[in-house]
């Protein structure tokens, strides 16, 4: 990166001698630049960041404004961040106060890591980042601002079939947001009795950034209800399941008031999604598409599974489906 036409800085340093008036250093989140006006740019790491444990700087009482007067010591006025190698890293220098609400983010990286200049701008968007074009001149802090990525309370629905990348989608939606809670529907993982899904689970948490907090629970409607900041349901097909199981419905003879007591369930989780106040990105499976499951149980599942997409999809802000691991977002 070229600063003011005088020199070049990049993960490791300037490049060169430093110009009188500029100030270039090495910190735990990347090179730090000052420039005689005193603006202050961060050019980020694209390596790992603080150590868990680091309490989070967003963690303001609630209520409280995040426009604050008392500007923190790490915060900067503009972020480099190489978000085709780690998006995340937006998130942790959210979480570490180096991004404030006056920080202005700019994601690079739009080469062929991604698959096109529109996906690097789709993806940006969602992180509240600028993407500047190739050779694009930015004043620090910029005279464009990025637009504002979202905030609680608004709702997605990101469906998809088996292995279509919905989740890897939900997540990367996620990926800049400091404070993010996993809400997963799925049994708990035992490696004796089931290592093919003690695997699976072991590197989904593997994949996900370590500041984010894991909660196996099949009480969504609590979970939607109690939270702030981000949540990220994973999957809605999965608690499904668990409702219509504990119900009866699985069974060839189910008691009587059993389709009542799932419908309740339901209606409990569509009122806690309709009023929550965080940020919430839920994956759910795509059922139908036409065919007919040959079993009664599959039936049931896709009948009851397809009626909660709709109820979600008709609470939310945003929908999209994922095919192929290609995004198709619904006005």
């Given at each position: ?19 009188p ?9 990347g ?38 007067s ?8 503009m ?154 349901v ?52 795509e ?45």
């Open positions: 990166m070229t600063v003011d036409d005088r020199f070049r800085i990049r993960e490791t340093g300037a490049v060169g001698p430093v110009p008036g500029y100030s270039v250093f090495p910190t735990p989140d090179v730090l630049l000052e420039g005689p006006d005193g603006g202050r740019l961060l050019y980020a790491r694209t390596g790992p960041g603080s150590l868990p444990g680091v309490p989070p700087a967003e963690a303001r009482a609630e209520g409280s404004s995040g426009y604050s008392a500007r923190p010591d790490q915060q900067v006025d972020v480099i961040v190489d978000a085709a190698q780690r998006p995340e890293v937006i998130g942790e220098l959210r979480r570490s106060g180096v991004i404030g609400v006056t920080t202005a983010v700019v994601a690079v990286g739009g080469d062929h890591r991604v698959r096109s200049p529109a996906e690097f701008a789709r993806r940006a968007r969602l992180w509240g980042a600028l993407m500047p074009g190739d050779g694009q001149a930015l004043s620090c802090p910029p005279a464009v601002w990025p637009e504002s990525r979202p905030h609680g309370p608004h709702r997605t629905l990101v469906t998809g079939g088996a292995r279509s990348g919905k989740s890897t989608e939900a997540e990367l939606r996620l990926m800049a947001e400091p404070r993010v809670l996993y809400a997963a529907t799925g049994p708990v993982p035992d490696p004796v009795e089931d290592p093919e899904w003690a695997d699976r689970v072991d590197r989904h948490v593997r994949r996900r950034p370590w500041w984010w907090r894991t909660e196996q629970t099949t009480d969504l409607a609590a979970v939607l209800k109690r939270s702030r900041g981000a949540v990220l994973d999957c809605l097909g999965t608690w499904l399941t668990w409702v219509m199981g504990e119900a009866g419905l699985w069974e060839e003879a189910p008691p009587p008031g059993a389709e009542d007591r799932v419908e309740a369930a339901v209606h409990g989780l569509l009122e806690a999604w309709r009023e929550t106040q965080a940020y919430v990105v839920a994956v759910t499976n059922v139908g598409a036409g065919v007919v499951p040959a079993t009664r149980a599959g039936r049931l599942f896709r009948d009851h599974l397809g009626r909660l997409n709709q109820w979600v999809a008709a609470e939310s802000e945003e929908v999209v489906l994922v095919t192929a691991g290609r995004v198709m977002e619904f006005p």
